[in-house]
């Protein structure tokens, strides 16, 4: 198993700032992933991170947009740039161990 | 592609009675199928997983599952539903390249007393 922590737990932020949101987990992973979710909706993937290299974008997002590190195996960060009131969400950060995948508690965002 | 199907936004049932969430899905070789549980304010937590053998699995919180091959379905179950367990459940499929995970788009399950 995993256990994951996210930074912050909730922001309200106005439009046009940049959050950061970090993601720590207490093993090294190979792989970790960035979801959106919409309350009470389903996840979307925003994009794959892996350790020394760039992380890999899902269609409809790009990287100038959500900047993603992953300086080592066991923390990523997440950035939601020039925000709008439509990134307000959920964001979670995820791995995979073995054949399981674990969540992080999420960062509920709100753009003002 | 792989893909996942739950049909109902929304299950009602009253609390001692046996509840059913429905999901099916679509992918490509052997299915690694997934069930997660989101309770208000708080993230996925992992119920039960279906990878290989005995059809019927069971999970946490007293939830099983029944993977049926031919029907492509794996529906959550459990005998005797508590309020406690309104929460929304998501149903997942790992993809044939092993990473990416494909989830369902949920169900409110809503138990009244």
């Known amino acids: 198993s995993a256990v994951i922590s996210q930074k912050p737990s909730r922001d309200i932020c106005q439009r046009g700032t940049s959050l950061t949101i970090q993601c720590q987990v207490d093993?090294?992973?190979?792989?970790m992933f960035w979801y959106r979710q919409q309350p009470g909706q389903s996840l979307t993937l925003i994009a794959t991170?892996?350790?020394?290299?760039?992380?890999?974008?899902e269609s409809g997002f790009v990287i100038d947009k959500f900047p993603i590190s992953r300086p080592n195996l066991t923390f990523s960060t997440l950035t939601v740039s020039n925000m709008s009131p439509e990134d307000s969400s959920i964001y979670l950060c995820?791995?995979?161990?073995?054949?399981?995948?674990?969540f992080g508690p999420g960062t509920r965002l709100t753009v003002l | 592609a792989q893909s996942v199907a739950q049909p109902e936004d929304q299950v009602n049932v009253a609390e001692g009675n046996p509840l059913t969430v429905k999901c099916t899905y679509s992918?490509?070789?052997?299915?690694?199928l997934f069930w997660y549980v989101q309770y208000p304010n708080r993230g996925l937590q992992f119920l039960l997983k279906?990878?290989?053998?005995?059809?019927l699995v069971k999970g946490s919180y007293g939830f099983e599952a029944e993977f049926n091959k031919s029907q492509t379905s794996f529906h959550l179950k459990k005998p005797s539903a508590l309020v406690s367990d309104s929460a929304l459940y998501f149903c997942?499929?790992?993809?044939?390249?092993?990473?990416?995970?494909?989830f369902g788009s949920g169900t409110k399950l809503n138990v009244k007393p």
């Open positions: 995820s791995v995979v161990t073995g054949v399981e995948q674990f």
């Open positions: 093993s090294q992973v190979t792989m």
């Open positions: 991170a892996n350790q020394g290299s760039e992380a890999t974008y």
């Open positions: 992918v490509s070789g052997n299915p690694y």
């Open positions: 279906y990878i290989t053998g005995d059809n």
């Open positions: 997942a499929v790992r993809g044939a390249d092993f990473n990416k995970f494909y």
